[in-house]
């Protein structure tokens, strides 16, 4: 699948490999399992479900994540996180390799400007092998909220203080769904060292077993067009999730 076309509030590379959602044939269909009664036997029923679990390069069953990541851009050019996006949209190719290449280049790239980091977060959940319709559902999900967001136009206003095409706050969401459950998603906004930690995971874990590991990726960035200006208002209202960093 090629990566779909950019809106005029948002640029969105994606590709779902249909093999990845197709039940595995070494598993039995999955059977009815005890109802947890809290939290506590929720967790266990989780463990005692990773057990039957085979396991791969990145360890047992599928993680659906996402990361986000806000920053401060006082220019637009080449070398800008604008640049960089901009550059991973033009090389992105259509094969499994390639694309796990380009969510790779995108976490790096973030990480080459964490002095301009102002907020992130991040969140993820586990799903057994026989469970991959329901994560092929949340990674729909959850691209389907951050789609919805980018959809607006964040033109500055005759009376406002902002310049077209001026500085502007830019967030850069990545949602993934990977083999495995070793990809560390939790952490990010908390701290900048946690942020790190979370890019670092996932760009490292992009290219295991020559980027086959990665079922899917979508990668957001907004905003896009070069007369749009994001302000800390529009921060806060569209993207209540994100933690100052």
């Known amino acids: ?19 990845a959602f197709q039940p ?5 269909p999955p059977q009815p399992r005890p109802k947890a009664t809290d939290g506590a036997s929720g967790t266990a ?18 993680t659906v994540g996402m990361v986000q990541v806000a920053l401060q851009a006082n220019d637009r050019g080449s070398s800008s996180v604008f ?10 190719g259509e094969t499994e390799p390639e694309l796990a290449e380009m ?36 990674y729909n999900e959850l691209s389907n909220k951050e789609a919805s967001k980018f959809e607006k136009d964040y ?47 996932i760009a490292a874990d992009c290219l295991v077993d020559e980027g086959y590991c990665m079922n899917a990726v979508e990668i957001f960035w907004t905003p896009s067009e070069s007369t749009e200006v994001l302000s800390k208002t529009d921060l806060i209202v569209d993207f209540p999730e994100l933690i100052d960093l």
């Open 83 to 92: 640049g960089m996006m901009e550059k991973a949209a033009r090389n992105a």
């Open 155 to 201: 033109i500055p206003g005759a009376g406002s203080d902002e310049k077209a095409g001026g500085p502007t706050q830019v967030v850069v969401s990545l949602v993934i769904e990977i083999q495995g459950d070793n990809t560390k998603f939790e952490g990010a906004g908390f701290s900048l060292s946690g942020t790190k930690e979370v890019l670092s995971s």
């Open 1 to 19: 699948m090629l990566p779909s076309a950019l809106s005029t509030a948002c640029c969105l590379l994606s590709v779902a490999f249909a093999t």
């Open 103 to 138: 969510a790779n280049e995108v976490c790096i790239s973030l990480l080459r400007k964490s002095d301009e980091w102002i907020g992130a977060c991040s969140q993820s959940q586990w799903f057994s092998e026989k469970d991959a319709g329901k994560a092929e559902s949340f």
């Open 45 to 62: 029923l989780r463990v005692l479900g990773k057990m039957f679990e085979e396991e791969g390069p990145l360890g047992k069953g599928i």
């Open 24 to 28: 595995s044939p070494t598993f039995a």
